[in-house]
Protein backbone atom coordinates (compact mmCIF):
# COMPACT_ATOMS: atom_id res chain seq x y z
CA UNK A 1 0.00 0.00 0.00
CA UNK A 2 1.47 3.17 -0.82
CA UNK A 3 1.04 5.26 2.28
CA UNK A 4 0.03 9.50 1.51
CA UNK A 5 1.33 11.92 4.03
CA UNK A 6 -0.98 14.91 4.77
CA UNK A 7 -1.41 18.46 6.91
CA UNK A 8 -4.37 19.43 8.90
CA UNK A 9 -5.29 22.81 10.10
CA UNK A 10 -8.26 24.58 12.13
CA UNK A 11 -6.58 28.09 11.07
CA UNK A 12 -5.83 28.83 14.65
CA UNK A 13 -5.21 32.79 15.23
CA UNK A 14 -1.76 33.01 15.81
CA UNK A 15 0.71 35.73 17.39
CA UNK A 16 2.99 37.75 14.99
CA UNK A 17 6.23 38.51 15.52
CA UNK A 18 5.25 41.31 17.63
CA UNK A 19 3.87 38.90 20.24
CA UNK A 20 0.34 40.03 19.49
CA UNK A 21 -2.78 38.13 18.36
CA UNK A 22 -2.90 38.30 14.69
CA UNK A 23 -6.55 38.94 13.01
CA UNK A 24 -8.55 36.26 11.49
CA UNK A 25 -8.08 37.64 7.94
CA UNK A 26 -3.71 37.51 7.83
CA UNK A 27 -4.33 34.21 9.61
CA UNK A 28 -6.44 32.84 7.19
CA UNK A 29 -4.40 34.60 4.40
CA UNK A 30 -0.80 32.92 6.25
CA UNK A 31 -3.19 29.29 5.88
CA UNK A 32 -3.29 30.02 2.18
CA UNK A 33 0.36 30.79 2.36
CA UNK A 34 0.97 27.66 4.20
CA UNK A 35 -1.03 25.27 1.70
CA UNK A 36 1.39 26.32 -1.20
CA UNK A 37 4.11 25.27 0.66
CA UNK A 38 3.19 22.43 1.41
CA UNK A 39 2.23 21.47 -2.34
CA UNK A 40 5.73 22.96 -3.35
CA UNK A 41 7.26 20.05 -1.03
CA UNK A 42 5.31 17.32 -2.30
CA UNK A 43 2.71 16.68 0.53
CA UNK A 44 -0.12 14.76 -0.64
CA UNK A 45 -2.82 16.42 0.98
CA UNK A 46 -4.03 19.59 3.27
CA UNK A 47 -7.18 19.79 5.04
CA UNK A 48 -8.71 23.21 6.99
CA UNK A 49 -11.18 22.34 9.38
CA UNK A 50 -14.31 24.07 10.11
CA UNK A 51 -15.30 26.26 13.34
CA UNK A 52 -17.20 29.37 14.47
CA UNK A 53 -15.49 30.80 17.58
CA UNK A 54 -13.05 33.08 18.31
CA UNK A 55 -9.58 31.61 18.38
CA UNK A 56 -9.97 29.51 15.03
CA UNK A 57 -10.57 31.82 11.70
CA UNK A 58 -12.20 29.44 9.17
CA UNK A 59 -15.88 29.15 9.67
CA UNK A 60 -16.04 28.67 5.34
CA UNK A 61 -13.09 25.84 4.59
CA UNK A 62 -14.56 25.31 0.84
CA UNK A 63 -13.47 29.29 0.15
CA UNK A 64 -10.25 28.97 1.57
CA UNK A 65 -9.54 25.88 -0.39
CA UNK A 66 -10.89 27.42 -3.55
CA UNK A 67 -7.94 30.00 -2.96
CA UNK A 68 -5.73 27.34 -2.05
CA UNK A 69 -6.67 25.65 -5.45
CA UNK A 70 -5.81 28.83 -7.42
CA UNK A 71 -2.31 28.44 -5.43
CA UNK A 72 -1.21 24.97 -5.93
CA UNK A 73 -1.06 22.29 -8.71
CA UNK A 74 -0.57 18.26 -7.40
CA UNK A 75 -2.07 18.51 -3.27
CA UNK A 76 -5.34 17.25 -2.46
CA UNK A 77 -7.69 19.32 -0.67
CA UNK A 78 -9.95 18.78 1.95
CA UNK A 79 -11.58 19.53 5.58
CA UNK A 80 -10.92 18.96 9.16
CA UNK A 81 -13.63 18.53 9.37
CA UNK A 82 -16.92 19.54 7.53
CA UNK A 83 -19.57 19.85 10.46
CA UNK A 84 -22.35 17.80 8.50
CA UNK A 85 -24.38 17.82 11.04
CA UNK A 86 -25.63 21.34 11.09
CA UNK A 87 -24.72 22.18 7.19
CA UNK A 88 -26.84 20.89 4.28
CA UNK A 89 -25.87 17.66 2.57
CA UNK A 90 -26.61 19.32 -0.68
CA UNK A 91 -24.92 22.13 -0.30
CA UNK A 92 -21.79 20.12 1.03
CA UNK A 93 -21.84 18.14 -1.84
CA UNK A 94 -22.58 20.99 -3.88
CA UNK A 95 -19.93 22.85 -2.48
CA UNK A 96 -17.51 20.11 -3.12
CA UNK A 97 -18.29 19.24 -6.37
CA UNK A 98 -17.33 23.21 -6.96
CA UNK A 99 -13.82 22.64 -5.31
CA UNK A 100 -13.49 19.55 -7.35
CA UNK A 101 -13.84 21.31 -10.04
CA UNK A 102 -11.15 24.23 -9.25
CA UNK A 103 -8.96 22.14 -8.56
CA UNK A 104 -8.69 19.69 -11.82
CA UNK A 105 -10.29 16.80 -9.47
CA UNK A 106 -8.05 17.27 -6.27
CA UNK A 107 -11.16 17.75 -3.74
CA UNK A 108 -12.01 15.77 -1.23
CA UNK A 109 -14.27 15.56 2.29
CA UNK A 110 -14.11 14.79 6.02
CA UNK A 111 -17.53 14.92 7.41
CA UNK A 112 -17.65 14.74 11.13
CA UNK A 113 -20.39 15.34 13.78
CA UNK A 114 -18.67 18.16 15.40
CA UNK A 115 -16.59 18.14 18.75
CA UNK A 116 -17.40 21.59 18.94
CA UNK A 117 -20.73 22.58 19.16
CA UNK A 118 -20.84 26.38 18.47
CA UNK A 119 -22.59 25.49 14.52
CA UNK A 120 -25.99 23.68 16.14
CA UNK A 121 -27.45 27.28 18.06
CA UNK A 122 -25.64 29.47 15.52
CA UNK A 123 -27.97 27.59 12.51
CA UNK A 124 -30.61 26.49 14.99
CA UNK A 125 -30.24 23.04 15.00
CA UNK A 126 -30.92 21.25 18.82
CA UNK A 127 -28.37 19.65 20.49
CA UNK A 128 -30.45 16.96 21.71
CA UNK A 129 -31.04 15.82 17.77
CA UNK A 130 -26.96 15.42 17.89
CA UNK A 131 -26.93 11.95 16.77
CA UNK A 132 -30.24 12.03 14.45
CA UNK A 133 -28.37 14.60 12.72
CA UNK A 134 -25.47 13.03 11.55
CA UNK A 135 -27.17 9.48 10.80
CA UNK A 136 -29.78 11.01 8.49
CA UNK A 137 -27.72 14.22 7.04
CA UNK A 138 -24.77 11.29 6.14
CA UNK A 139 -27.31 8.59 4.95
CA UNK A 140 -28.67 11.38 2.56
CA UNK A 141 -24.65 12.68 1.40
CA UNK A 142 -24.43 8.85 0.63
CA UNK A 143 -26.92 9.04 -1.95
CA UNK A 144 -25.96 12.13 -3.49
CA UNK A 145 -22.10 10.50 -3.92
CA UNK A 146 -23.79 8.38 -6.59
CA UNK A 147 -24.28 11.44 -9.00
CA UNK A 148 -27.71 10.22 -9.98
CA UNK A 149 -31.46 11.87 -9.29
CA UNK A 150 -32.03 11.11 -5.07
CA UNK A 151 -35.19 10.67 -3.75
CA UNK A 152 -34.82 10.57 0.23
CA UNK A 153 -36.64 11.36 3.44
CA UNK A 154 -36.04 11.85 7.73
CA UNK A 155 -36.93 13.71 9.72
CA UNK A 156 -33.71 16.17 10.31
CA UNK A 157 -34.66 18.03 6.81
CA UNK A 158 -37.22 18.33 4.02
CA UNK A 159 -37.42 15.17 1.53
CA UNK A 160 -36.09 14.87 -2.05
CA UNK A 161 -38.13 13.38 -4.47
CA UNK A 162 -36.05 12.31 -7.64
CA UNK A 163 -34.05 15.61 -7.32
CA UNK A 164 -30.21 15.90 -9.26
CA UNK A 165 -27.89 17.84 -7.41
CA UNK A 166 -25.42 20.13 -9.70
CA UNK A 167 -22.09 20.30 -10.90
CA UNK A 168 -21.12 16.60 -11.21
CA UNK A 169 -18.05 16.01 -10.38
CA UNK A 170 -15.49 14.05 -13.08
CA UNK A 171 -14.41 11.04 -11.14
CA UNK A 172 -16.28 11.35 -8.02
CA UNK A 173 -15.65 12.80 -4.57
CA UNK A 174 -13.45 11.34 -2.06
CA UNK A 175 -15.19 11.28 1.26
CA UNK A 176 -14.24 10.13 4.42
CA UNK A 177 -15.57 10.34 8.12
CA UNK A 178 -13.82 11.64 10.92
CA UNK A 179 -14.07 9.32 14.10
CA UNK A 180 -12.88 10.38 17.60
CA UNK A 181 -13.08 6.68 19.26
CA UNK A 182 -16.65 4.90 19.58
CA UNK A 183 -17.70 1.79 18.36
CA UNK A 184 -20.68 2.75 17.06
CA UNK A 185 -19.31 5.38 15.15
CA UNK A 186 -16.45 2.79 13.33
CA UNK A 187 -19.51 0.81 12.14
CA UNK A 188 -21.36 3.65 10.56
CA UNK A 189 -18.06 4.57 8.38
CA UNK A 190 -18.05 0.61 7.89
CA UNK A 191 -21.96 0.31 6.61
CA UNK A 192 -21.79 3.63 4.65
CA UNK A 193 -18.32 2.41 2.88
CA UNK A 194 -16.72 5.23 3.64
CA UNK A 195 -12.89 6.49 4.66
CA UNK A 196 -11.90 6.48 8.34
CA UNK A 197 -10.14 9.28 9.78
CA UNK A 198 -9.37 8.30 13.87
CA UNK A 199 -8.57 11.78 15.27
CA UNK A 200 -5.95 10.99 17.87
CA UNK A 201 -5.77 13.64 20.19
CA UNK A 202 -4.66 11.71 23.51
CA UNK A 203 -3.21 8.78 24.53
CA UNK A 204 -0.95 6.34 22.62
CA UNK A 205 -2.05 4.95 19.06
CA UNK A 206 -2.27 1.55 20.01
CA UNK A 207 -5.57 1.88 22.22
CA UNK A 208 -7.46 2.50 18.48
CA UNK A 209 -6.00 -0.64 17.31
CA UNK A 210 -9.32 -2.33 18.21
CA UNK A 211 -11.15 0.08 16.01
CA UNK A 212 -8.97 -1.02 12.94
CA UNK A 213 -9.84 -4.28 14.06
CA UNK A 214 -13.47 -3.61 14.62
CA UNK A 215 -13.73 -1.66 10.78
CA UNK A 216 -12.11 -4.31 9.01
CA UNK A 217 -14.21 -7.13 10.50
CA UNK A 218 -17.29 -4.56 9.98
CA UNK A 219 -16.94 -4.22 6.40
CA UNK A 220 -15.92 -8.23 5.30
CA UNK A 221 -18.72 -8.71 7.29
CA UNK A 222 -21.17 -5.95 5.42
CA UNK A 223 -19.10 -6.33 1.81
CA UNK A 224 -18.42 -2.98 1.83
CA UNK A 225 -15.16 -1.68 0.43
CA UNK A 226 -12.27 -1.94 2.65
CA UNK A 227 -10.40 1.49 2.17
CA UNK A 228 -7.29 2.95 3.77
CA UNK A 229 -7.28 3.95 7.31
CA UNK A 230 -5.89 7.35 8.08
CA UNK A 231 -4.94 9.06 11.70
CA UNK A 232 -5.23 12.85 12.25
CA UNK A 233 -2.73 13.67 15.14
CA UNK A 234 -1.32 17.22 16.18
CA UNK A 235 2.31 17.96 15.92
CA UNK A 236 5.02 20.31 15.86
CA UNK A 237 8.62 20.02 13.97
CA UNK A 238 11.88 22.22 14.66
CA UNK A 239 15.65 21.23 14.20
CA UNK A 240 16.05 20.00 17.67
CA UNK A 241 13.36 18.17 19.75
CA UNK A 242 14.33 21.22 22.59
CA UNK A 243 13.47 24.07 19.70
CA UNK A 244 10.29 22.05 18.48
CA UNK A 245 9.01 21.60 22.28
CA UNK A 246 9.68 25.29 22.94
CA UNK A 247 8.04 26.51 20.25
CA UNK A 248 4.99 24.39 20.16
CA UNK A 249 4.42 24.48 24.47
CA UNK A 250 3.04 27.70 24.35
CA UNK A 251 0.49 27.17 21.75
CA UNK A 252 -0.94 23.86 23.59
CA UNK A 253 -1.34 25.30 26.65
CA UNK A 254 -3.02 28.09 25.51
CA UNK A 255 -5.54 25.87 23.45
CA UNK A 256 -5.87 23.73 26.44
CA UNK A 257 -6.31 25.88 28.70
CA UNK A 258 -9.03 28.27 26.67
CA UNK A 259 -11.13 25.01 25.89
CA UNK A 260 -10.15 23.51 29.24
CA UNK A 261 -11.72 26.35 30.40
CA UNK A 262 -14.93 25.66 28.83
CA UNK A 263 -15.20 21.53 29.64
CA UNK A 264 -13.74 21.80 32.77
CA UNK A 265 -10.45 19.92 32.05
CA UNK A 266 -7.07 21.08 34.33
CA UNK A 267 -4.74 23.76 33.50
CA UNK A 268 -2.26 22.09 31.38
CA UNK A 269 1.44 21.55 31.85
CA UNK A 270 4.97 21.36 30.90
CA UNK A 271 5.21 18.00 32.37
CA UNK A 272 2.00 16.72 30.36
CA UNK A 273 3.22 18.32 27.17
CA UNK A 274 6.62 15.76 27.72
CA UNK A 275 4.39 12.83 28.17
CA UNK A 276 2.45 14.08 25.00
CA UNK A 277 5.31 14.03 23.14
CA UNK A 278 6.63 10.83 24.43
CA UNK A 279 6.07 7.51 22.72
CA UNK A 280 2.85 6.83 24.80
CA UNK A 281 1.32 10.48 23.67
CA UNK A 282 -0.26 11.47 20.74
CA UNK A 283 1.93 14.93 20.48
CA UNK A 284 4.31 14.24 16.99
CA UNK A 285 6.85 16.97 18.11
CA UNK A 286 10.19 17.15 18.05
CA UNK A 287 13.61 16.90 15.32
CA UNK A 288 12.93 15.23 12.19
CA UNK A 289 14.03 11.89 12.92
CA UNK A 290 12.26 11.31 16.02
CA UNK A 291 8.64 13.02 14.12
CA UNK A 292 9.53 10.11 11.70
CA UNK A 293 10.26 7.02 13.99
CA UNK A 294 6.87 7.86 15.66
CA UNK A 295 4.54 8.47 12.81
CA UNK A 296 6.12 5.10 11.25
CA UNK A 297 5.60 3.58 14.57
CA UNK A 298 1.76 4.71 14.44
CA UNK A 299 1.53 3.24 10.56
CA UNK A 300 2.98 0.13 11.30
CA UNK A 301 0.61 -0.55 14.36
CA UNK A 302 -2.82 0.67 12.82
CA UNK A 303 -2.17 -0.39 9.45
CA UNK A 304 -2.73 3.30 7.97
CA UNK A 305 -2.77 4.21 4.62
CA UNK A 306 -2.38 7.99 5.19
CA UNK A 307 -1.16 10.09 8.84
CA UNK A 308 -2.17 13.84 8.41
CA UNK A 309 -0.71 16.14 11.12
CA UNK A 310 -2.19 18.88 12.80
CA UNK A 311 0.80 21.73 11.88
CA UNK A 312 -1.47 24.68 13.71
CA UNK A 313 -1.71 24.72 17.25
CA UNK A 314 -3.07 27.74 19.49
CA UNK A 315 -0.83 30.19 18.99
CA UNK A 316 2.34 28.98 17.13
CA UNK A 317 4.25 31.63 15.04
CA UNK A 318 3.45 31.75 10.94
CA UNK A 319 6.84 31.21 9.90
CA UNK A 320 7.52 28.42 12.76
CA UNK A 321 4.88 26.43 10.98
CA UNK A 322 6.18 27.40 7.79
CA UNK A 323 9.45 25.67 8.86
CA UNK A 324 7.71 22.80 10.27
CA UNK A 325 5.95 21.83 6.65
CA UNK A 326 9.38 22.43 5.06
CA UNK A 327 11.10 19.55 7.47
CA UNK A 328 7.98 17.82 7.32
CA UNK A 329 7.97 17.55 3.78
CA UNK A 330 11.88 16.90 3.11
CA UNK A 331 13.00 15.11 5.99
CA UNK A 332 10.16 13.42 7.82
CA UNK A 333 8.27 11.83 4.90
CA UNK A 334 11.30 11.07 3.00
CA UNK A 335 12.64 9.20 6.41
CA UNK A 336 9.15 6.97 7.48
CA UNK A 337 8.94 6.12 3.70
CA UNK A 338 12.73 4.34 4.43
CA UNK A 339 11.75 3.30 7.79
CA UNK A 340 8.71 1.26 6.54
CA UNK A 341 10.47 0.32 3.67
CA UNK A 342 13.09 -1.46 5.90
CA UNK A 343 9.96 -3.26 7.22
CA UNK A 344 9.41 -5.10 3.84
Known sequence: MTIEFGLDTFGDITRGADGELLTAAQTIRNVVDQAALADRFGIDFFGVGEHHRPDFAVSAPEMVLAAIASRTE???????????????PVRVFERFATLDALSHGRAEVVLGRGSFIESFPLFGYDLRDYEALFEQKLELFVQLLEE???????????????????PKTENGLRTWVGVGGSPESVLRVARHGLGLMLAIIGGPAERFRQFVDLYHRSTAAMGTPVLPIAVHSPGHIARTDEEAWDAAYAGFEAMNNTIGAERGWPAYSRARFQNDVGPAGAIYSGSPERVAQKIAATIRTLGLGRFDLKYSTGTLGHEQMMQSIELYGTEVIPRVR???????
Open 74 to 88: RIRLGTAVTVLSSDD
Open 148 to 166: KPVTWSGTMRPPLENADVF
Open 338 to 344: EILAADD
